[in-house]
């Protein structure tokens, strides 16, 4: 959806490694948005970015960083993985960040952390 | 952000129409209402939005009452492919989306 590629899509690290997750987009959307998905907690928002270099934490921040040096390009850092982040992380891009733009979607990295 | 409720599964039979209600009582005068629909191993995908009475696309319908204070999804003759969770979703001034557990509907031959 709207160009949104997520790299990987799997990947089985060990706890206390540094893990690095990326969505590149194509459309030039300004708004960014890393999501995680649990069984039973539906998705919620870990970080965002408005623009370059521009970001803010959502509602599950803590243990993750952020860095968007480049329009299309948006990483999620896990600096030292624990089990607990074991998930399904999504990234998703919207033109504007008001709730009548919708967001859309990549399909997802599945993160397993041992 | 609005807090919204939704009945957390369905199940339906192909060529049925399923309407999926969302309560939202704290809705506030700006927010829209916007519907995700998500099939397994895939990413939301947007389906409809509305702001009040109704909207209609190729896809569903959206059915707000004048008080805004709930909205139902309606999916016309579905079928097996319709198979999903559907999330209902009620945003703020700076699009921090809040997605619940959603609907599971299920669509059985």
């Known amino acids: 959806d709207a160009g949104i590629t997520q790299s990987p899509r799997h990947k089985v690290t060990e706890t206390g490694t540094p893990v690095t997750l990326r969505c590149h987009q194509t459309?030039?959307?300004?708004?960014m948005y890393w999501y995680r998905q649990d069984p039973g907690h539906g998705l919620r928002l870990i970080h965002y970015?408005?623009?370059?270099?521009?970001?803010d934490k959502g509602e599950v921040s803590d243990g993750y960083s952020v860095s968007r040096s480049k329009t299309e390009d948006f990483l999620l850092t896990l600096e030292s993985a624990t089990s607990s982040q074991t998930s399904v992380y999504f990234c998703a891009t919207s033109t504007q960040a008001q709730d009548n733009q919708p967001q859309h979607f990549g399909d997802g990295t599945r993160l397993s952390i041992l | 952000l609005a807090k919204t409720t939704q009945p957390i599964s369905m199940d339906s039979y192909e060529g049925q129409e399923v309407n999926i209600t969302c309560s939202h009582n704290n809705i506030a005068t700006n927010d829209y209402i916007t519907w995700y629909q998500q099939f397994p191993s895939q990413g939301p995908r947007f389906i409809i939005q509305g702001y009040k009475t109704k909207v209609t696309n190729e896809v569903a319908s959206l059915f707000i009452p004048a008080d805004r204070k709930s909205s139902t999804l309606s999916l016309p003759r579905v079928s097996l492919s319709d198979t999903a969770v559907y999330y209902c979703?009620?945003?703020?001034?700076?699009?921090?989306?809040?997605f619940g557990a959603g609907t599971t509907v299920t669509v059985r031959a």
């Open positions: 970015s408005y623009g370059v270099k521009d970001t």
């Open positions: 459309e030039n959307h300004r708004y």
């Open positions: 979703l009620v945003g703020g001034g700076d699009y921090k989306l809040s």
